[in-house]
C-alpha cells in the first residue's frame, strides 16, 4: 500500500444526494469521489462526518454505505487513534459492489418482515398490559413529533421515541430488549427510505390512531393499523430499489382484516 495521502480537493470530495436518500445512492457518490478526485491505494478519504455531511445524509446511511464498500474490499476503516477511512485497491470492484448491494437489500426485508413480526406482538401486548402512565408518555411522544413536523431529524427522533414507550408499555423485558435490537437494525433503513412533510402527517395520524385503539384495550383492532403503519416504509423501501411490495413482501405478509378508522 502506497503513502497515505489525505484527499483534500479543492472542492468538496462528493456530491450531496439530492434524489431518493438511498445508501445505494451514497455509494455511487462515494466511488464518483474517489475517481473524481483520483485517489490512489492508501490514500485517506474524508472522515464519516464531513462525508455525511457533504453527501446531505444521516450517519447511519453512510455507515451502510461505507459497510458494502469495505466488504468489497474498496476501502478500509479503521478505529482508533491515527484510524479513518482509506482506500484498499486502485481497481474499483463493481461486481462485488453490486453483490453486496443485492445482499444487503435482502438483508433489509429480513429486518422489515422481522419488524412486523416483533413489533405485532409487542404492541398488542401493550395494548392489554399498558398503564395510564404508560399511555400517557405514548402521547407525549405524539405531541413531540406534532410539534416538530417538518423537521426530519426531530421526527425521526419522535418516531423513534413513540415505538421505545409502546416496547415499555408492553412490561415484557425479553420483548423490550427484541425491540431494541430490532431498532437498531430499522434506523438506516428508516432514515435512507422515508422523509417528507407528507409523510409526518401519515405517521402523526397512524400512531394518534393506534393509541386510540390501546386506550380501548383493543388488541384485534391494531391489525389493520399496523399494517398501514408497516407499508410505509416497506413500499418506499421497494420504490427505491424498483420493485414492488407484492414481489417483496406479499408471499410472507397475510392481509390483515379490514376496521373502521
Not at 136 to 157: F, Y
Amino acid at each position: 500500500m502506497s503513502a497515505e495521502r489525505s484527499a483534500q480537493p479543492a472542492s468538496a470530495f462528493v456530491e450531496p444526494v439530492t434524489t431518493e436518500r438511498t445508501f445505494e445512492q451514497a455509494i455511487s457518490h462515494v466511488v464518483d469521489g474517489i475517481e473524481r478526485n483520483r485517489l490512489r491505494e492508501g490514500d485517506r478519504l474524508p472522515n464519516e462526518s464531513e462525508l455525511a455531511e457533504q453527501l446531505a445524509i444521516s450517519k447511519p446511511t453512510l455507515r451502510q454505505a461505507l459497510r458494502v464498500l469495505e466488504r468489497a474490499g474498496l476501502i478500509a476503516v479503521k478505529r482508533g487513534a491515527g484510524g479513518g477511512i482509506f482506500l484498499a485497491t486502485d481497481l474499483i470492484p463493481f461486481d462485488l459492489i453490486n453483490s453486496y448491494v443485492a445482499s444487503e437489500e435482502h438483508q433489509v426485508v429480513e429486518v422489515l418482515v422481522a419488524r412486523r413480526v416483533v413489533e405485532t406482538g409487542v404492541a398488542r401486548l401493550a395494548a392489554l398490559a399498558a398503564t395510564e402512565e404508560d399511555l400517557d408518555e405514548i402521547q407525549r411522544t405524539i405531541d413531540l413529533l406534532e410539534r416538530h413536523r417538518g423537521n426530519r431529524a426531530l421526527v425521526m427522533r419522535a418516531d423513534a421515541a413513540f415505538h421505545r414507550a409502546v416496547s415499555r408499555a408492553c412490561h415484557n423485558r425479553a420483548l423490550q430488549a427484541a425491540m431494541r435490537s430490532l431498532g437498531n437494525d430499522i434506523a438506516p433503513i428508516r432514515d435512507a427510505y422515508r422523509g417528507g412533510a407528507e409523510e409526518d402527517e401519515l405517521t402523526l395520524d397512524v400512531h394518534r390512531r393506534q393509541l386510540h385503539v390501546m386506550r380501548l384495550r383493543d388488541a384485534d383492532a391494531l391489525a389493520p393499523i399496523l399494517d398501514e403503519h408497516f407499508r410505509m416504509l416497506e413500499n418506499a423501501f421497494a420504490e427505491a430499489i424498483g420493485s414492488s411490495w407484492d414481489a417483496l413482501f406479499g408471499a410472507v405478509v397475510a392481509a390483515p382484516p379490514a376496521a373502521d378508522r
